[in-house]
T-cell receptor
């Protein structure tokens, strides 16, 4: 099965708190790509990061960081010192390399609300 | 413009009517995808084009759904004899290359379709 699970439906934090969004994936392929997208109220999906299955190195970009662990099939996303502008729905997604159409398989999303 | 453009932004139709949704991808992008996003859910794949060729239409929910990209640029998603369950946001995405497993897909703002 090819599947992405985001168990947290909604998270609410106060500004400046750190928050971690969980993502667990399932795939039968040994080579795949993982993505995170942000969907603000305007509706457009904004690309945040891409990782391939051979690169387990964690990545940091400003206040954002990602923890990829193949052993637990997880690709978690942490926002440090959250801000109100971070409020959005965040989607984790998977592309198995053997899928010739390269379609994104999305999780159901986590709605993040950052309160002032 | 620099991004993926979709029109109309909102569409209201009566059950049984036909609708057409338009997507202008980023100039030069080879791959084009359509996704359907139900309320509170992650986007789900509908169909994929590589230039003008529709290589995967496995996600189209019924034969009432039809997509085309005749000149390898603009794409139209058509829904015939609309039903209430067709109400959703329809997202279009484009990607630069044909082998897009590691290329980010860039999304438009979507068309919110409501069937009365």
């Amino acid at each position: 099965a090819q599947k992405v699970t985001q168990a947290q439906t909604e998270i609410s934090v106060v500004e400046k708190e750190d928050v971690t969004l969980d993502c667990v994936y399932e795939t039968r392929d040994t080579t795949y790509y993982l993505f995170w997208y942000k969907q603000p109220p305007s509706g457009e999906l904004v690309f945040l990061i891409r990782r391939n299955s051979f690169d387990e190195q964690n990545e940091i970009s400003g206040r954002y960081s990602w923890n990829f662990q193949k052993s637990t099939s997880s690709f978690n996303f942490t926002i440090t010192a959250s801000q109100v502008v971070d409020s959005a729905v965040y989607f984790c997604a998977l592309i198995p390399l053997m899928d010739s159409s390269y379609k994104l398989i999305f999780g159901s999303g986590t709605r993040l609300l950052v309160r002032p | 413009g620099a991004g993926v453009s979709q029109s109309p932004r909102y569409k209201v139709a009566k059950r049984g009517q036909d609708v057409a949704l338009r997507c202008d991808p980023i100039s030069g992008h080879v791959s084009l995808f359509w996704y359907q996003q139900a309320l509170g859910q992650g986007p789900e794949f509908l169909t994929y084009f590589q230039n003008e060729a529709q290589l995967d239409k496995s996600g189209l929910p019924s034969d009432r759904f039809f997509a085309e990209r005749p000149e390898g640029s603009v794409s139209t998603l058509k829904i015939q004899r609309t039903q209430q369950e067709d109400s959703a946001v329809y997202l279009c995405a484009s990607s630069l290359f044909s082998t897009t497993s590691n290329q980010p897909q860039h999304f438009g703002d979507g068309t919110r379709l409501s069937i009365l």
